[in-house]
């Protein structure tokens, strides 16, 4: 069992940074792979980083690569989501998510999520 719990969203303007956290918790040693979803009101819960938990690999979307920087904190369990340069197009539910083999991508092989995190970026 792992649990995921974020925080750090909340309001910013245009330009601005943000950076958000995620605690797992439980059989922390099973996770392989965590990353970063987001979905905004009518649209599609969509990818947008990962990391490998070991080997710190790296893997972002397209809409987010040299903006946003996705890390981790081993030892605390922990992983981050550094936004910059933010766009009123970031706005969205970001979700915290995990899973035991592959990395974090794709919708329907995640196995843990978190309750996920409103950002909101105004213009």
């Known amino acids: 069992q792992v649990q995921l719990v974020e925080s750090g969203g909340g309001l910013v303007q245009a330009g601005g940074s943000l950076r958000l956290s995620c605690a797992a918790s439980?059989?922390?040693?099973?996770?392989?792979?965590m990353g970063w979803f987001r979905q905004a009101p009518g649209k599609e819960r969509e990818f947008v980083a990962s990391?490998?938990?070991?080997?710190?690999?790296?893997y972002y979307a397209d809409s987010v690569k040299g903006r946003f920087t996705i890390l981790r904190d081993n030892a605390k369990n922990t992983l981050y989501l550094q936004m910059n340069s933010l766009k009123p197009e970031d706005t969205a539910v970001y979700y915290c998510?995990?899973?035991?083999?592959?990395?974090?991508?794709?919708?329907?092989?995640?196995?843990?999520w978190g309750q996920g995190t409103q950002v909101t970026v105004s213009s």
């Open positions: 439980g059989r922390t040693s099973s996770i392989y792979s």
């Open positions: 990391i490998t938990w070991s080997g710190g690999r790296t």
């Open positions: 998510a995990a899973q035991k083999a592959g990395v974090v991508r794709y919708l329907y092989q995640i196995e843990h």
